[in-house]
Structure formats: structure tokens, C-alpha cells
């Protein structure tokens, strides 16, 4: 029976929880920063010797998150400032700033994981995570 993809949503909702986002294993990270190369519940390939790709991505989940973080700690400064007296800006840019250093620490494996359920996403789920390396050659600005 050929397994059903999991959705977008549901793909993200597992990355989001550290699990794979193709079979919902847990269990992927051998320490806070690393990943097993595999997954142990349906040997998904989640890094190759030469995956540069996957920490790009992972710092771009990262970075997206944490400048909406950013965006959100602004927001409730401009809505804290409007509502009551003028909060203390010093005390928001230190919990801005070390937040924006702190968190992506804290949540580099999330991001890790999420980027796994979007490469699955864009590579049509499955096997062609595999060896898409040399499938996929220099063959750009082929559509429209
Ligand atoms: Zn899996």
C-alpha cells in the first residue's frame, strides 16, 4: 500500500514538533544541534555529506521566525505605549536584542525540522529527497 503524503499543514505541524514531517517519527536529533542523517522511522534523508541546502534553510526558517518575533515584541511596544504610560524602551530593546540572539539558539531544531516538511513539500514528497542532487543538474529557466 503506497503510503499517502502527509499535507503541507500537517508536514509542518510535525517539523514544527521536532518530528519528521513525512511519517510523524520523533527522536531525529542526536544533540540540540544535531540531526541524525536518517530518520528512524522511515529512513528519510534528512542530510547528505554535501547538504549545505538544509542549513541554508534552516537559517532561513530561523530567520523569518525570528524577524516576526522581532516585528510582534515592536508591536506590543507600540501597543503598550498607546494603551498605558510609556513602557521602558531600554527594558524592550534588551529583551528584543537578546531575544534575537537567544531564540534562534533555542529554536534552530525546530527550524531544522520545519525545512525538512518544506523540501518534502517541494520536492514531491518521498524518494525524490534522494540523490534530487544529480537529477536535478543545471536544468533552470526551463518552464514558461
Ligand atoms: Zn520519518
Same mark, same amino acid.
Given at each position: 500500500m503506497a503510503q499517502k503524503p502527509a499535507g503541507l499543514m500537517k508536514m509542518l505541524f510535525r517539523g514544527a514538533r521536532r518530528h519528521c514531517p513525512r511519517c510523524g517519527s520523533g527522536k531525529l536529533f542526536e544533540s540540540w544541534f544535531k540531526m541524525k $542523517?536518517?530518520?528512524?522511522?522511515?529512513?528519510?534523508?534528512?542530510?547528505?555529506?554535501? $547538504?549545505e541546502g538544509f542549513f541554508l534553510g534552516a537559517f532561513t526558517v530561523n530567520f523569518v521566525v525570528t524577524s516576526g518575533l522581532l516585528l510582534l515584541t515592536m508591536f506590543g511596544y507600540i501597543v503598550a505605549s498607546a494603551v498605558g504610560d510609556p513602557p521602558n524602551l531600554v527594558r524592550w530593546v534588551v529583551v528584543a536584542v537578546l531575544g534575537s540572539v537567544l531564540f534562534p539558539i533555542f529554536f534552530y531544531p525546530f527550524a531544522r525540522s520545519i525545512w525538512v516538511a518544506f523540501e518534502l513539500a517541494m520536492h514531491n514528497m518521498?524518494?525524490?529527497?534522494?540523490g534530487r542532487r544529480g537529477a536535478q543538474g543545471h536544468a533552470r529557466g526551463a518552464g514558461r
Open positions: $542523517e536518517r530518520c528512524p522511522g522511515c529512513d528519510l534523508q534528512f542530510e547528505g555529506p554535501a $547538504e518521498d524518494d525524490s529527497l534522494k
